[in-house]
C-alpha cells in the first residue's frame, strides 16, 4: 500500500527546504453528509512528528479544524545532504502512517 504522506526536500541557499502533503480527510465532527444530513465522524490527525536521523526535531498536536490533506513547508538551517528523515502520524482513530526520505 501507497504512503499517505509525500516528501520532497530541496537544497537552498543555506538552509533546507521540506514540504510535506499528508492524505487524510481531517474531519472535524460537526460537518452534515450533503445528502443524508447526517454529521460526519471526527477524523483527524491529531499527532505529527519529524525526525531526523532517529532524533524527533519537529512534533506537533493537531486538530479537526485543519483542512483536508494538509500541506506544510518547513525550513530547516544548513544544508541537510545523505540525511534520513522520518515523517510519521497518528490520528483520533488509531491510525498511523509513517515515511522516509533521504535528502538529496
Known sequence: MASSIKIRSQQMDGY???KLLLSHPMENGRNRDPV????????FIREWVIELNGKVIMAAELGGSMSTNPFFTVRLKNSLTGNRLTVRWIDNLGFSDSAEHFID
Open 36 to 43: 443524508t444530513g447526517v454529521l460526519i465522524p471526527a477524523h
Open 16 to 18: 533546507t527546504e521540506i
